[in-house]
C-alpha cells in the first residue's frame, strides 16, 4: 500500500477512534497522559508497519493493541502505578480477543468526560481538557476557541492530566449525587465540540465537518445515562434546531448566506421537529437552563420553516434577556444586541453593543461583525469599514471570510 493511502487509512482511525481509544486505555491504566502517549507510540507503529503489511482489517483494534503494550512496558520502566501493571498484562489478553473477534471495545468516552469534570480539576481547564482527550484536538486549536495563548492552554492542560494521575481519579460515572456537579463541565465540553464543527462553514478542515455529528452522538449518549435532565435536552434541541438548518448555509457556489437569507426549504423538518420534541420534553421539568433558553431561541427562528411567518424578533430579544440573566456570556450579549436591532432599530442594538467590556471582545469575531453590519446602517462607512477588517481579519473560514469581503466593499467609498 502507498504512503498516501497508509496516511489516509491512518488519519481515518485516528478521527474515528482516537476518543474512544484513548478513554479505553486511560481507564484502565488510570494516567491519561501516559494513555495519550501510548497512543501517539501506537499511531507512529503504524505508519512504519502499515506501508508493508498493509492495514490491518480492524486498524482501531490494532492500535489498542500495540498502545497497550507501550503502556505496560512504560509502567514496568518508570514504576509508575506498579499496582496497574498485573491487571493491564490480563487486559492485553483481551484486547487480543478484541483484535481478532466481532464485538468493538467499550466506549468509555462518556467517563472520560466525567473524569475531566472532576471537581479536583481546575475549572479553566475542564472543558479544554476533554476536548483535548476525547476528540484528540490540539492545544494550540484549544486556545483559539478559548481566546488565549497556545502555551497558557498547554500548561492547563498538562496540569489537569497530573492531577488525574497523582490524585488517583476514578474512572468511572459518578454517583448520582454527583453528577449535578460535573454536568455542566460536560454540556459545556460537547457544545464546545459542536461550535468548533459548525463555525467551519465550508467544511474546508476535514476535522471539523465532523466535529459536529460527534458532539450530537455525545449528546444523545448523554441523554441515555439521564433521560430526566433538562438541561440534556435543551443542550441536544440546540444543537438538532442548528444542524437542521447546514445545507442552507452555503449556496451552489460556496457563499456563505446568512441566517435571515437562508431558503427555509432546504431546513430539515424531521429534524427540526425532533428538537421541537426534545425542548418540550425539558420545558415540562419546569427547571430552566440557559441551553434551554439557547434552544428556544433556536425555535423560534424556525418558525419561518414550520407556520411559514416571519421572525419574531422581538421574542427572540426578549428570550435573549432570561439567556443573560442566567448567562452573561459575550457571545449572548452580542446575541441579544443583534435582536434588539432587528425588533427596534440599529440605534438600540448598538447601544447594547457599546455597553460590552471592550476587552471582552478584542478577538471575539461575531462582535466585530455585528458591529460592521450596525455601522454600515448608521454611517459613517469609514468606521463600518474599519469593524469589517476587524471582522474580516478574525475569521478562519473562508467562506464567512469572503461573505464579509463583499459586505465590506459595498460600502459607500469616502
Excluded at 490494532?62 to 503502556?71: E, F, G, I
Excluded at 466481532?102 to 471537581?119: G, I, M, Q, T, Y
Excluded at 461550535?195 to 467551519?200: D, E, P
Aim: some cysteine; aromatic content about 6%; glycine content about 6%.
Amino acid at each position: 500500500m502507498s504512503g498516501p493511502e497508509t496516511a489516509a487509512a491512518i488519519e481515518r482511525a485516528a478521527r474515528d477512534s482516537y476518543g474512544r481509544l484513548v478513554a479505553y486505555l486511560a481507564a484502565r491504566s488510570r494516567d491519561l497522559a501516559g494513555a495519550e502517549d501510548a497512543l501517539a507510540d501506537a499511531f507512529r507503529a503504524a505508519l512504519e508497519t502499515w506501508p508493508g503489511t498493509g492495514v490491518p482489517e480492524k486498524p482501531e483494534a490494532w492500535l489498542l493493541v500495540t498502545a497497550r503494550r507501550r503502556l505496560i512496558d512504560r509502567s514496568r520502566h518508570a514504576k509508575v502505578h506498579a499496582e496497574a501493571v498485573p491487571a493491564l498484562q490480563i487486559l492485553t489478553d483481551r484486547d487480543q480477543e478484541l483484535a481478532q473477534g466481532e464485538s468493538p471495545f467499550p466506549d468509555n468516552r462518556l467517563k472520560l468526560l466525567f473524569v475531566c469534570a472532576h471537581p479536583a480539576i481546575d475549572v479553566a481547564a475542564r472543558t479544554p481538557l476533554m476536548l483535548q482527550t476525547v476528540l484528540g484536538l490540539d492545544a494550540a486549536r484549544i486556545a483559539s476557541a478559548f481566546l488565549v495563548k497556545p502555551a497558557t492552554m498547554a500548561q492547563r492542560l498538562t496540569r489537569a492530566k497530573i492531577k488525574i494521575r497523582d490524585a488517583r481519579i476514578p474512572f468511572e460515572i459518578p454517583e448520582a449525587g454527583e453528577w449535578l456537579e460535573r454536568l455542566d463541565a460536560v454540556l459545556e465540553a460537547i457544545y464546545a465540540t459542536y461550535s468548533l464543527g459548525w463555525n467551519a462553514v465550508t467544511g474546508s478542515d476535514s476535522r471539523s465537518k465532523e466535529l459536529a455529528a460527534e458532539a450530537i452522538a455525545l449528546g444523545r449518549v448523554l441523554l441515555q445515562l439521564l433521560p430526566d435532565e433538562p438541561e440534556v435536552k435543551g443542550l441536544l434541541a440546540l444543537m438538532i434546531y442548528c444542524e437542521a438548518r447546514r445545507d442552507a448555509r452555503i449556496d451552489a457556489r460556496g457563499g456563505f448566506v446568512p441566517l435571515s437569507e437562508q431558503d427555509t426549504g432546504l431546513w430539515s423538518k424531521t429534524m427540526i421537529h425532533e428538537a421541537h420534541h426534545l425542548l418540550l420534553g425539558a420545558e415540562r421539568a419546569r427547571s430552566i437552563g440557559h441551553f434551554q433558553l439557547e434552544a428556544a431561541i433556536q425555535s423560534e427562528h424556525t418558525r419561518r420553516a414550520v407556520l411559514g411567518g416571519k421572525t419574531d424578533w422581538d421574542e427572540i430579544a426578549l428570550l435573549y434577556e432570561g439567556l443573560i440573566r442566567l448567562a452573561p456570556t459575550t457571545g449572548a450579549l452580542v446575541g441579544r444586541a443583534a435582536a434588539v436591532a432587528e425588533a427596534r432599530g440599529p440605534a438600540a442594538g448598538w447601544a447594547l453593543l457599546l455597553q460590552i467590556p471592550p476587552e471582552a471582545v478584542v478577538n471575539y469575531q461575531p462582535y466585530w461583525a455585528q458591529t460592521a453590519h450596525l455601522l454600515a446602517q448608521l454611517g459613517p462607512a469609514p468606521r463600518a469599514r474599519t469593524a469589517y477588517e476587524r471582522a474580516i481579519g478574525l475569521s478562519e473560514d473562508p467562506a464567512t471570510r469572503d461573505f464579509l469581503l463583499r459586505k465590506l466593499s459595498a460600502l459607500p467609498a469616502g
